[in-house]
């Protein structure tokens, strides 16, 4: 470089090809990288940077979608701290995030790496919940930090998973004489490798290799193989050697200039002053980057992006004392067993890969996460120790660890469903003589002391921001309950179908009725002659006696006729609607109560009960702007009774404020208490677990199986159906009908009879 430079290839590493693509672009001379995999290294920032092997962006997207097909939510990322490390890392994140996946811990180390520093990180890493391990390092210290994993920190266990970059594939394919200590500690490890399909241009180098190293007396054990990076770099040679012949047949001279800005460095060992600019550097980048042909890696042709076409990697399984294909990744066509041809893949295809031997010998998929600090001890669920609804949370009397009722069942329901074991032990909350805080149990996930909490733990977003919730298992919100009475039928009860307004509305119209007819058929219709009184008494005879269709009239007209078989329609129509509104109301139970809902209980000034510990207090004081002075906590189902029946004229409350699930239990038995208005609030009940735990993912996935497979409704009827009052506390019956029913209005409308019957007979 220090002269006259038309082309560069190399360098080995990305980071040295940071540095040289400074310069090839001062010197408007092509840098063909065949090793360079940096994805941050790309032609819009150096124009003269022509990368001839497959961007980490791409390798980078094939290990995500590894990740993602094994369902795994959580990964940690181990790298060198250098250019090379770090981007790759971030594209990684990148692609995992677009399989709803995450690199949880980062774990960079120095380039300038130590034994030291490998023992210090791994041991760091494994005190993390993730048990999927990215390593994107170099071949200098990948297989230490693999053997170390293995030797040192028992990390190539069962549940461990380790996914290599192709610095692992490179170095297989490259040692010839791997010792089988180090075979052993990598056993399960996965790998890429760039997948370069078999040819026989490919055949005869591999031919033309063998041979050099036998000429050479390289022995069976010290020989090192062609890696795909080398031919890779096979390809560059030749790609530059027939593009410079392009370039030389369209005319091209070589010719050079000097760079006026690098004349200012003069001496020094790197001699920039002595450095020209490469005349035809723009037309010889055109053509390299125009080129499409087929080399030993396969087809050479670029992207508008500058990429290689067609990037494809192999992923391999290291068993035993060799490899195992087990698959392939393309951006085409994602996983899948065989490769298929890029330009024919079905873009639909159901991403496959053949099955692992994994960590510890085992076939079995790995959870891929474990509890940090576990150390093998069971898990410490939370239960709160409540004195009041054993139907949800009690201890079985008895026993030391033993709990059951409906959350507990679910719980273990749900546990069943989950792929891997899981041990744990119960941890009371609570003195036992008062419902415990939630917020306190939920506090001990935070701290550590508590691993999951198990319960009627209501999901609300100021928990959200402490701890993860589950899946809801049960729906409950906010209801008003209050004391309810029964309205008995009155004697009038005949006039509760319509409205006064509607009453009124209807006499109108049927005498309106009756006299549209008597005009319409007094000049031809004998029936509505006569004197006045006469016709006003048929008019009104005819007009009640359609309600009942009796009318005995005869109407001769047609356009009365007409008139009347509207008019009967709608009389049909009124006496249906009459009909069904009386029959509800004589055989529906009416309630009544001062309070209407939560809203007309705002607005009043009485005391509201609450349940102590809930999130119940919080809401009414902070959402609804309700004064503390007015609330009332209460302790037990049995304090929850007293004070609605005494009522605020003796020390208690207008009516308790709780969750639907505790009110329906509690007025199950208790039919002089009632919900009144609507349910103002839409929540659920979950199980916690700490923020971002895979626990708490893979426990929602069981509470949906169960929801599916009809588990959730038998344990729901097994523990809180109960029939003796209905959901609204009121008992199902009938409005018997009783002489007291039409007495009253009998005795009001038989004097009115008589009395008209006798004035029309006096005259």
Same mark, same amino acid.
């Given at each position: 470089?220090?002269?006259?430079?038309?082309?560069?290839?190399?360098?080995?590493?990305?980071?040295?090809?940071?540095?040289?693509?400074?310069?090839?672009?001062?010197?408007?001379?092509?840098?063909?990288?065949?090793?360079?995999?940096?994805?941050?290294?790309?032609?819009?920032?150096?124009?003269?940077?022509?990368?001839?092997?497959?961007?980490?962006?791409?390798?980078?997207?094939?290990?995500?979608?590894?990740?993602?097909?094994?369902?795994?939510?959580?990964?940690?990322?181990?790298?060198?701290?250098?250019?090379?490390?770090?981007?790759?890392?971030?594209?990684?994140?990148?692609?995992?995030?677009?399989?709803?996946?995450?690199?949880?811990?980062?774990?960079?180390?120095?380039?300038?790496?130590?034994?030291?520093?490998?023992?210090?990180?791994?041991?760091?890493?494994?005190?993390?919940?993730?048990?999927?391990?990215?390593?994107?390092?170099?071949?200098?210290?990948?297989?230490?930090?693999?053997?170390?994993?293995?030797?040192?920190?028992?990390?190539?266990?069962?549940?461990?998973?380790?996914?290599?970059?192709?610095?692992?594939?490179?170095?297989?394919?490259?040692?010839?004489?791997?010792?089988?200590?180090?075979?052993?500690?990598?056993?399960?490890?996965?790998?890429?490798?760039?997948?370069?399909?078999?040819?026989?241009?490919?055949?005869?180098?591999?031919?033309?290799?063998?041979?050099?190293?036998?000429?050479?007396?390289?022995?069976?054990?010290?020989?090192?193989?062609?890696?795909?990076?080398?031919?890779?770099?096979?390809?560059?040679?030749?790609?530059?050697?027939?593009?410079?012949?392009?370039?030389?047949?369209?005319?091209?001279?070589?010719?050079?200039?000097?760079?006026?800005?690098?004349?200012?460095?003069?001496?020094?060992?790197?001699?920039?002053?002595?450095?020209?600019?490469?005349?035809?550097?723009?037309?010889?980048?055109?053509?390299?980057?125009?080129?499409?042909?087929?080399?030993?890696?396969?087809?050479?042709?670029?992207?508008?992006?500058?990429?290689?076409?067609?990037?494809?990697?192999?992923?391999?399984?290291?068993?035993?004392?060799?490899?195992?294909?087990?698959?392939?990744?393309?951006?085409?066509?994602?996983?899948?067993?065989?490769?298929?041809?890029?330009?024919?893949?079905?873009?639909?295809?159901?991403?496959?890969?053949?099955?692992?031997?994994?960590?510890?010998?085992?076939?079995?998929?790995?959870?891929?996460?474990?509890?940090?600090?576990?150390?093998?001890?069971?898990?410490?669920?939370?239960?709160?120790?409540?004195?009041?609804?054993?139907?949800?949370?009690?201890?079985?009397?008895?026993?030391?660890?033993?709990?059951?009722?409906?959350?507990?069942?679910?719980?273990?329901?749900?546990?069943?469903?989950?792929?891997?074991?899981?041990?744990?032990?119960?941890?009371?909350?609570?003195?036992?003589?008062?419902?415990?805080?939630?917020?306190?149990?939920?506090?001990?996930?935070?701290?550590?002391?508590?691993?999951?909490?198990?319960?009627?733990?209501?999901?609300?977003?100021?928990?959200?921001?402490?701890?993860?919730?589950?899946?809801?298992?049960?729906?409950?919100?906010?209801?008003?309950?209050?004391?309810?009475?029964?309205?008995?039928?009155?004697?009038?009860?005949?006039?509760?179908?319509?409205?006064?307004?509607?009453?009124?509305?209807?006499?109108?119209?049927?005498? @309106?009725?009756?006299? /549209?007819?008597? !005009?319409?058929?007094?000049? &031809?219709?004998? #029936?509505?002659? $006569?004197?006045? %009184?006469?016709?006003?008494?048929?008019?009104?005879?005819?007009?009640?006696?359609?309600?009942?269709?009796?009318?005995?009239?005869?109407?001769?007209?047609?356009?009365?006729?007409?008139?009347?078989?509207?008019?009967?329609?709608?009389?049909?129509?009124?006496?249906?609607?009459?009909?069904?509104?009386?029959?509800?109301?004589?055989?529906?139970?009416? @309630?009544?109560?001062? /309070?209407?809902? !939560?809203?007309?209980?705002? &607005?009043?000034? #009485?005391?509201? $009960?609450?349940? %102590?510990?809930?999130?119940?207090?919080?809401?009414?004081?902070?959402?609804?702007?309700?004064?503390?002075?007015?609330?009332?906590?209460?302790?037990?189902?049995?304090?929850?009774?007293?004070?609605?029946?005494?009522?605020?004229?003796?020390?208690?409350?207008?009516?308790?404020?709780?969750?639907?699930?505790?009110?329906?239990?509690?007025?199950?038995?208790?039919?002089?208490?009632?919900?009144?208005?609507?349910?103002?609030?839409?929540?659920?009940?979950?199980?916690?677990?700490? %923020?971002?735990?895979?626990?708490?993912?893979?426990?929602?996935?069981?509470?949906?199986?169960?929801?599916?497979?009809?588990?959730?409704?038998?344990?729901?009827?097994?523990?809180?159906?109960?029939?003796?009052?209905?959901?609204?506390?009121?008992?199902?019956?009938?409005?018997?009908?009783?002489?007291?029913?039409?007495?009253?209005?009998?005795?009001?409308?038989?004097?009115?009879?008589?009395?008209?019957?006798?004035?029309?007979?006096?005259?």
């Amino acid at each position: 470089m220090e002269n006259e430079t038309v082309a560069i290839i190399g360098p080995q590493h990305s980071v040295m090809a940071h540095v040289i693509s400074h310069i090839a672009n001062e010197l408007q001379v092509p840098l063909l990288s065949f090793a360079a995999t940096d994805p941050t290294l790309n032609s819009l920032q150096f124009p003269y940077f022509v990368r001839t092997t497959q961007s980490d962006g791409f390798q980078m997207a094939a290990v995500a979608d590894i990740v993602g097909y094994y369902e795994w939510r959580d990964v940690i990322a181990i790298y060198i701290d250098d250019d090379h490390g770090r981007n790759g890392v971030s594209a990684l994140g990148d692609k995992l995030a677009e399989k709803r996946c995450k690199i949880s811990y980062k774990a960079p180390m120095s380039p300038k790496l130590s034994s030291v520093e490998i023992t210090r990180t791994l041991v760091k890493v494994n005190s993390m919940d993730s048990r999927v391990f990215i390593l994107h390092i170099s071949a200098t210290w990948g297989l230490e930090v693999l053997i170390n994993a293995a030797r040192e920190m028992n990390m190539m266990r069962r549940e461990y998973v380790w996914i290599a970059t192709d610095w692992l594939s490179t170095v297989l394919d490259t040692e010839s004489s791997l010792t089988s200590a180090a075979m052993d500690s990598i056993q399960g490890v996965l790998t890429l490798r760039m997948h370069i399909p078999d040819s026989e241009p490919k055949k005869k180098l591999f031919s033309r290799w063998n041979n050099i190293l036998t000429a050479s007396n390289y022995t069976e054990n010290s020989r090192f193989g062609l890696n795909t990076y080398g031919m890779y770099a096979y390809d560059t040679v030749w790609l530059l050697a027939h593009s410079l012949d392009e370039f030389l047949n369209q005319g091209g001279n070589i010719s050079f200039s000097n760079d006026t800005s690098l004349t200012e460095f003069q001496g020094g060992r790197l001699q920039f002053d002595a450095m020209s600019i490469f005349d035809g550097g723009n037309k010889l980048r055109d053509i390299i980057s125009r080129v499409n042909t087929t080399g030993v890696a396969g087809k050479l042709e670029f992207t508008s992006e500058g990429d290689l076409v067609h990037p494809a990697y192999e992923v391999i399984n290291v068993i035993g004392t060799g490899i195992r294909t087990i698959g392939y990744w393309s951006n085409s066509s994602g996983l899948s067993v065989n490769f298929s041809d890029p330009d024919k893949h079905n873009a639909n295809s159901k991403q496959q890969l053949y099955g692992v031997i994994w960590p510890g010998q085992t076939t079995q998929k790995p959870r891929g996460w474990a509890f940090s600090n576990n150390n093998g001890r069971q898990l410490r669920v939370g239960v709160p120790n409540r004195i009041n609804y054993p139907e949800f949370v009690s201890q079985i009397q008895n026993s030391d660890n033993s709990y059951g009722g409906f959350c507990i069942d679910v719980f273990n329901a749900a546990k069943e469903e989950l792929p891997y074991a899981v041990q744990y032990k119960f941890v009371p909350y609570g003195d036992g003589h008062k419902n415990p805080v939630t917020s306190d149990l939920l506090h001990m996930i935070t701290t550590g002391a508590l691993d999951a909490v198990v319960g009627d733990i209501t999901i609300t977003t100021n928990r959200t921001k402490m701890v993860d919730f589950t899946q809801p298992f049960i729906e409950s919100g906010l209801v008003v309950v209050a004391p309810v009475w029964k309205l008995n039928s009155s004697a009038w009860a005949f006039l509760r179908p319509f409205t006064p307004m509607m009453w009124c509305a209807t006499g109108v119209y049927f005498l @309106l009725v009756g006299a /549209v007819l008597w !005009i319409l058929e007094r000049r &031809t219709n004998d #029936e509505f002659r $006569g004197p006045p %009184r006469r016709q006003f008494v048929t008019i009104i005879w005819f007009s009640f006696s359609t309600l009942f269709f009796s009318h005995k009239e005869r109407i001769a007209s047609t356009l009365g006729r007409f008139v009347l078989i509207i008019w009967l329609f709608v009389v049909l129509i009124l006496n249906s609607s009459y009909t069904a509104s009386m029959t509800s109301i004589l055989t529906v139970e009416r @309630l009544s109560s001062p /309070v209407k809902g !939560i809203e007309s209980l705002v &607005t009043s000034s #009485e005391p509201i $009960g609450f349940q %102590r510990g809930s999130f119940s207090e919080n809401y009414l004081t902070d959402e609804l702007n309700i004064h503390k002075s007015r609330l009332v906590p209460l302790n037990s189902i049995a304090e929850y009774e007293k004070a609605l029946r005494d009522g605020p004229s003796k020390g208690g409350v207008a009516a308790v404020v709780d969750e639907r699930a505790y009110m329906e239990l509690f007025l199950s038995t208790r039919c002089e208490f009632g919900i009144v208005g609507q349910e103002f609030t839409k929540m659920g009940w979950g199980f916690a677990f700490p %923020r971002d735990s895979p626990l708490a993912i893979d426990m929602s996935t069981a509470i949906l199986t169960l929801s599916e497979n009809g588990v959730l409704q038998r344990l729901h009827d097994k523990w809180l159906t109960r029939s003796a009052c209905s959901s609204e506390g009121t008992k199902q019956g009938v409005d018997r009908l009783q002489l007291q029913s039409f007495w009253d209005s009998s005795y009001s409308v038989a004097p009115f009879v008589f009395l008209l019957s006798f004035f029309i007979s006096s005259r």
